[in-house]
T-cell receptor, first 115, second 113 residues
Framework: AQKVTQAQTEISVVEKEDVTLDCVYE???????LFWYKQPPSGELVFLIR??????QNEISGRYSWNFQKSTSSFNFTITASQVVDSAVYFC????????????FGSGTQLTVLP | DSGVTQTPKHLITATGQRVTLRCSPR?????VYWYQQSLDQGLQFLIQ???????AKGNILERFSAQQFPDLHSELNLSSLELGDSALYFC????????????FGPGTRLTVL
């Protein structure tokens, strides 16, 4: 069975602070895919990033960066110089390598960025 | 805009009723997935279709059913509705590749009174 744990239920920061959202996963698949999605107050789910298990390079996209560590089964997400518009629920998700491609989601982290 | 459309955006109905949620995938995507987001269960996978055929089933109740039509749009049918079925229902679509990413529609918020 696959499992994704986001231990931080809620995080509150002041604008311009850096913040890291934690994600720990469990899977028996040797090949798997990790994702982050953002759910703003409007409710839609917005894709942010996909990471393949065989590619452990960290990635940076503007103020966003992701740290994938296979040794600790973690895929953490950092927002640098946070902004009020970053306020949202962030979900980490996992997909295995089988023919079924469904995502297993974590419970989400509610990030509030205060002005 | 993900390119995935869902209708209706909101749906309010009574217990015991039946509703149909509709999803149109992104152009060219063959796979459609349905997820349910509720306060107590979080985001849960319901069912997947690929090019008209059921590919995988998750935590989908027997009162729920889905299908994907030849034009690749999909419908999720919810019957004998209960209060606990109130949730946000998402549809997602993805392409052919093994590394395909799922892109989500805006969701349908179902309220059962």
């Amino acid at each position: 069975a696959q499992k994704v744990t986001q231990a931080q239920t809620e995080i509150s920061v002041v604008e311009k602070e850096d913040v890291t959202l934690d994600c720990v996963y469990e899977t028996r698949d040797t090949t798997y895919y990790l994702f982050w999605y953002k759910q703003p107050p409007s409710g839609e789910l917005v894709f942010l990033i996909r990471r393949n298990s065989f590619d452990e390079q960290n990635e940076i996209s503007g103020r966003y960066s992701w740290n994938f560590q296979k040794s600790t089964s973690s895929f953490n997400f950092t927002i640098t110089a946070s902004q009020v518009v970053d306020s949202a629920v962030y979900f980490c998700a996992l997909r295995g390598s089988g023919s079924a491609r469904q995502l297993t989601f974590g419970s989400g982290t509610q990030l509030t960025v205060l002005p | 805009d993900s390119g995935v459309t869902q209708t209706p955006k909101h749906l309010i109905t009574a217990t015991g009723q039946r509703v149909t949620l509709r999803c149109s995938p992104r152009s060219g995507d063959l796979s459609v997935y349905w997820y349910q987001q509720s306060l107590d269960q979080g985001l849960q996978f319901l069912i997947q279709y690929y090019n008209g055929e059921e590919r995988a089933k998750g935590n989908i109740l027997e009162r729920f059913s889905a299908q994907q039509f030849p034009d690749l749009h999909s419908e999720l049918n919810l019957s004998s509705l209960e209060l606990g079925d109130s949730a946000l229902y998402f549809c997602a679509s993805s392409g052919r590749g093994s590394t395909d990413t799922q892109y989500f529609g805006p969701g349908t918020r179902l309220t059962v009174l």
